[in-house]
Protein backbone atom coordinates (compact mmCIF):
# COMPACT_ATOMS: atom_id res chain seq x y z
CA UNK A 1 0.00 0.00 0.00
CA UNK A 2 1.27 3.31 -0.83
CA UNK A 3 1.96 5.96 1.79
CA UNK A 4 0.48 9.18 1.74
CA UNK A 5 2.85 12.32 1.39
CA UNK A 6 2.93 14.50 4.50
CA UNK A 7 2.82 17.91 4.36
CA UNK A 8 4.38 20.07 7.19
CA UNK A 9 3.02 23.58 8.21
CA UNK A 10 5.58 26.63 7.92
CA UNK A 11 5.73 26.81 11.71
CA UNK A 12 6.88 23.20 12.08
CA UNK A 13 9.40 23.55 9.33
CA UNK A 14 10.72 27.17 10.78
CA UNK A 15 10.96 25.59 14.66
CA UNK A 16 12.62 22.55 13.35
CA UNK A 17 15.22 24.52 11.36
CA UNK A 18 16.06 26.81 14.47
CA UNK A 19 16.57 23.29 16.05
CA UNK A 20 19.03 22.14 13.85
CA UNK A 21 20.64 26.04 13.38
CA UNK A 22 21.11 26.22 17.37
CA UNK A 23 23.71 22.97 16.84
CA UNK A 24 22.67 21.22 20.15
CA UNK A 25 21.68 17.62 18.50
CA UNK A 26 23.13 16.09 15.26
CA UNK A 27 20.74 15.81 12.83
CA UNK A 28 20.13 12.21 13.42
CA UNK A 29 18.64 13.08 16.48
CA UNK A 30 16.32 15.98 14.96
CA UNK A 31 15.20 13.67 12.65
CA UNK A 32 14.15 11.07 15.31
CA UNK A 33 13.01 13.65 17.60
CA UNK A 34 11.00 15.25 14.60
CA UNK A 35 10.28 12.08 12.69
CA UNK A 36 12.09 13.87 9.35
CA UNK A 37 14.54 13.14 7.19
CA UNK A 38 17.66 14.30 7.63
CA UNK A 39 17.96 15.70 4.29
CA UNK A 40 14.37 17.74 4.86
CA UNK A 41 16.08 19.39 7.97
CA UNK A 42 19.52 20.69 5.55
CA UNK A 43 16.98 21.58 3.18
CA UNK A 44 14.49 23.64 5.64
CA UNK A 45 17.79 24.87 7.27
CA UNK A 46 18.87 25.90 4.11
CA UNK A 47 16.02 27.97 3.27
CA UNK A 48 15.51 29.21 5.94
CA UNK A 49 19.13 30.94 6.00
CA UNK A 50 18.21 32.16 2.96
CA UNK A 51 14.44 34.07 3.50
CA UNK A 52 15.83 35.19 6.88
CA UNK A 53 17.15 38.35 5.08
CA UNK A 54 13.69 39.41 3.89
CA UNK A 55 12.35 39.61 7.47
CA UNK A 56 14.64 42.98 7.73
CA UNK A 57 13.65 44.89 4.47
CA UNK A 58 11.43 47.88 5.13
CA UNK A 59 9.39 47.11 2.11
CA UNK A 60 5.76 47.23 2.36
CA UNK A 61 2.96 44.32 1.40
CA UNK A 62 1.20 46.19 -1.26
CA UNK A 63 2.41 45.87 -5.04
CA UNK A 64 4.46 48.82 -6.56
CA UNK A 65 2.07 50.33 -9.38
CA UNK A 66 -1.55 49.83 -7.44
CA UNK A 67 -3.60 52.77 -7.03
CA UNK A 68 -6.37 52.36 -3.93
CA UNK A 69 -8.56 55.18 -5.61
CA UNK A 70 -8.63 53.17 -9.47
CA UNK A 71 -9.51 50.29 -7.23
CA UNK A 72 -12.29 52.09 -5.44
CA UNK A 73 -13.37 52.97 -8.53
CA UNK A 74 -13.12 49.79 -10.21
CA UNK A 75 -15.55 48.54 -7.49
CA UNK A 76 -17.71 51.42 -7.49
CA UNK A 77 -18.38 50.35 -11.39
CA UNK A 78 -18.93 47.15 -10.36
CA UNK A 79 -21.43 47.52 -7.83
CA UNK A 80 -23.45 49.58 -10.41
CA UNK A 81 -22.67 47.16 -13.71
CA UNK A 82 -24.53 44.47 -10.69
CA UNK A 83 -27.34 46.48 -9.31
CA UNK A 84 -28.21 46.67 -13.24
CA UNK A 85 -28.03 43.45 -13.45
CA UNK A 86 -30.25 42.85 -10.78
CA UNK A 87 -32.94 44.47 -11.75
CA UNK A 88 -32.77 43.28 -15.54
CA UNK A 89 -33.10 39.63 -13.95
CA UNK A 90 -36.20 41.24 -12.07
CA UNK A 91 -37.98 42.99 -14.78
CA UNK A 92 -37.78 39.12 -17.12
CA UNK A 93 -39.16 37.81 -14.25
CA UNK A 94 -35.98 35.23 -13.00
Known sequence: MKKSRRKFSSAFKA??????LKERESLAEL????EVHPNMISKWKQEFLEKS????????DREPGVDPEKLYAQIG???????????SLKKIGL
Open 53 to 60: AGVFDKKT
Open 15 to 20: QVAIEA
Open 31 to 34: SNRF
Open 77 to 87: QLKVENDFLKK
